[in-house]
Structure formats: structure tokens, C-alpha cells
């Protein structure tokens, strides 16, 4: 176990991960949504440092460009969606993360409504969270315009519970 969770602190312990992708919205869905799960038995609390969501700059095309991120706690889920790749952020360590991304889970409820918030032309952060085992995150994304893509990215800490 850690004595600090700090960044420092994970990434000498190899414990610091990324994950970061591009999130592409069509005229039929303005909405996408992201899972984040420590599954049962892992062993691990997540610590999430940084959750950022933001719009790709490279496809704003309104003057005024909104995302929406709401986060929500306990979901139920009846499909994981598409793996997202999480690296970890010791270069050359192979060591792979318990904690699991998914993009376009399909669920029959969202859960607790945690957190939410509306950025026009700039980023959504949300940090520090910690999720124990057993312990899954929905974020559901939503835009303005079909035109617009956003961009997730996570970056958190595993350590022995």
C-alpha cells in the first residue's frame, strides 16, 4: 500500500494509468457514455486524479461549442460497450490496470446522479475520486451539435486495498 496517493507516489509504485480517447457524436446521438469498474475481487481502491472531458478543437464548428458531463455512481449495466485501452504511464512496464474502461455501455439505469456540469468552448474536470472494489462510474457525455467530438481522459492510481 501507498503511504501518500499522490501521482509521484503511483507512478514510481507503477501504478499510475491513462486513458484517453476520442468520442464522436452523429446527428442521431448527441449523447455518448464512458463506464469506469473496479470489479469485484481486484484487490485494488482506484484513486482518479484527473477525469477531464473536453471538446476536440479540431471539430468545433458553432460559436458557441457546449459539452455536458454527468457522472453517476452504481449504474446498472446489461452490456460493457467497446474495452478502452488503459496504459500504464511507467514507460516500458507492461503491468496492466484492474480497473476497466468501457465507451457505449448499454444500461437500463443510470444509478446516483454525482456530479454534473456544462462547459461552452472549454474543459470538464472532476477529480479526486476513489473507487474500492466492486465500485463502477457512468459518465454520460453529451453536445451541442452533431459537428462536435469530445475527448475523454482519465488518469488514476491503483493500490492495495
Known sequence: MLTETTKEN??????????????TFSSTSLVDRVLITNPSGSGVVVTIFDLNVSLNLASKTSQLNQIRAKVFKGPTITANGSARTVRNLNIGNSEVTETKVYEEPTISASGTLMFQETAINGTIKVSPLRLPPNTTLLIELGVNDADNDGIVNLTMCEEAE
Open 10 to 23: 503511483c507512478l514510481r509504485a507503477d501504478k499510475l494509468y491513462n486513458c484517453s480517447f476520442l468520442v
